[in-house]
């Protein structure tokens, strides 16, 4: 009987394992690893014949248990329902309801705080609304900061905890590279040295993160053209125009001729003539007609 006893104990500390393993809160995973701790202990009672004192265990074991299985259900349904804010949001900034959309994104983070989404949508919202406001000193972007950091704090842990050079963690640091550059550039606002040196440590991390990513170079260039650093700026420029050109990134000959005279405008702060002459003649035959006076400035 006793033999048989242990036996579906083990089973139960099996299934105790299984739960700890898909628990993500860690007051949860807590929880559990106490319960099957108090079931180890009440297997050892029940092995040395003290079975008042096994019964206690296994009661108290099983108690903690069900308090944490129905913790795990009422997180389970927060987080099904905090997902559905967020895609009643989605489509509700599709159709310019902003206003709406941010009370819907409150209440979803309201119930799963580690909801990315969520947070990224909000962080979008708090950035239009600010930049609607007429006068720059009145514009406040902390709310907005502290959204995408704690964004980048979630994603940075479930960097953290897949296994290397998996497609997940890729997936991540991708996702953790696009959050971080929407920071850069938020912080990029303020209009300030300490501001533009911390926008470059954000499009660094982000670089670091994705290296594939153009706009962590297209960036970090405009902050270190801020800073007054245009070997660094010319640098990125170049790399992000590589990037775009390998993956044949789609883009109007405006735009890219805009680019191009960006670069040779670099390159005139370097005294580089060859290569400003150069970035403004691909500009210039882009149709971009400013890139003319370089060109008549620099020509060889």
């Not at 987080?79 to 994104?105: V, W």
């Not at 964004?151 to 897949?162: E, F, G, H, L, Y």
């Not at 993160?209 to 902050?223: E, K």
């Amino acid at each position: 009987m006793k033999k048989t006893i242990i036996s579906h104990l083990s089973f139960l500390l099996l299934a105790i394992s299984c739960l700890t393993c898909q628990v993500s809160l860690a007051q949860s995973v807590s929880d559990t690893l106490a319960v099957r701790r108090l079931m180890e202990e009440g297997i050892i009672k029940l092995q040395n014949n003290e079975l008042r004192q096994a019964i206690q265990l296994f009661d108290q074991g099983r108690e903690m248990l069900h308090k944490t299985a129905v913790a795990i259900d009422e997180r389970n349904q927060a987080i099904i329902t905090s997902n559905q804010f967020t895609r009643d949001a989605e489509r509700q900034i599709q159709q310019g309801n902003l206003e709406s959309a941010f009370e819907m994104l409150n209440k979803a983070i309201e119930l799963n705080a580690d909801n990315v989404e969520a947070l990224k949508f909000r962080g979008s919202i708090r950035l239009i609304q600010e930049q609607q406001k007429p006068r720059a000193r009145d514009r406040d972007y902390i709310g907005l900061i502290n959204d995408y950091t704690n964004a980048i704090r979630i994603v940075d842990r479930k960097v953290n905890t897949s296994p290397r050079n998996s497609q997940e963690r890729k997936e991540y640091e991708r996702e953790k590279a696009k959050i971080l550059i929407n920071r850069a550039y938020v912080k990029m606002q303020a209009n300030r040295t300490a501001a533009f040196n911390s926008a470059i440590e954000d499009y660094t991390e982000a670089i670091r993160s994705d290296d594939q990513n153009w706009d962590g170079f297209l960036g970090r260039a405009v902050a270190y053209n801020k800073i007054r650093d245009n070997r660094r700026e010319v640098n990125d420029y170049l790399r992000a125009i590589d990037l775009m050109q390998r993956y044949d990134h789609k883009m109007s000959d405006q735009d890219w001729g805009e680019l191009y005279l960006t670069v040779a405008q670099a390159y005139v702060n370097l005294r580089d003539n060859r290569n400003a002459f150069e970035y403004a003649t691909r500009a210039f035959n882009l149709g971009n007609h400013d890139a003319e006076r370089i060109m008549l400035r620099n020509r060889p």
